[in-house]
């Protein structure tokens, strides 16, 4: 297609037209500075010939994929913040065997050996960390997911339990 071709000939792809109504609303969002109410979600969707069930889906989807991506924000978080605690661990131990070893009188000698130990330990641990994607990631993310979701019924089961023995 031209851009000089006739407005009756033009014909788009259901991706294109879904690319240009999304720059669209972006732009129409940001000239006016504010979000869309349920209820002008409702009027696009009809002038689109969107029927309200499908809409809800949608939504439903759509709050679905938002809630798996703030998980998974949440899960890279928690490993960033695991990785910067096994830092300062390598950094206080090793920084304590090199003191002893200092003050033991013979210079850097032993204390070298668990400095390159833990250095290798720490490298691992920081490409198992940052570096891991695809399926292990995947499986990191479920195992964590797991867990997480069992630590918060048990909080929930036993805070039930806090407030019914208070009353």
């Not at 037209?17 to 129409?28: D, K």
């Not at 949608?58 to 830092?87: I, M, P, T």
């Not at 940052?130 to 069992?150: D, S, T, V």
Request: proline share 1%.
């Amino acid at each position: 297609m031209t851009a000089f071709e006739p407005n009756s000939i033009r014909s788009y792809s259901q991706e294109d037209v879904q690319q240009i109504l999304q720059l669209a609303i972006a732009s129409h969002a940001e000239n006016i500075n504010r979000e869309f109410s349920y209820n002008e979600l409702l009027e696009i969707a009809g002038e689109l010939e969107i029927s309200p069930d499908i809409l809800k889906l949608a939504e439903r989807d759509w709050r679905s994929q938002q809630s798996e991506v703030q998980r998974r924000q949440v899960f890279n978080l928690y490993r960033q913040g695991r990785l910067k605690k096994r830092l300062g661990n390598y950094a206080i131990v090793n920084v304590f065997f090199i003191l002893v070893d200092l003050l033991s009188g013979g210079g850097l000698t032993w204390s070298r050996y668990i400095l390159l130990f833990c250095g290798f330990l720490v490298g691992l641990d920081i490409w198992n960390t940052l570096l891991i994607k695809g399926e292990e990631y995947e499986k990191a993310f479920q195992r964590w997911n797991r867990n997480h979701q069992i630590k918060q019924t048990i909080s929930s089961v036993v805070n039930k339990c806090v407030k019914a023995l208070q009353a």
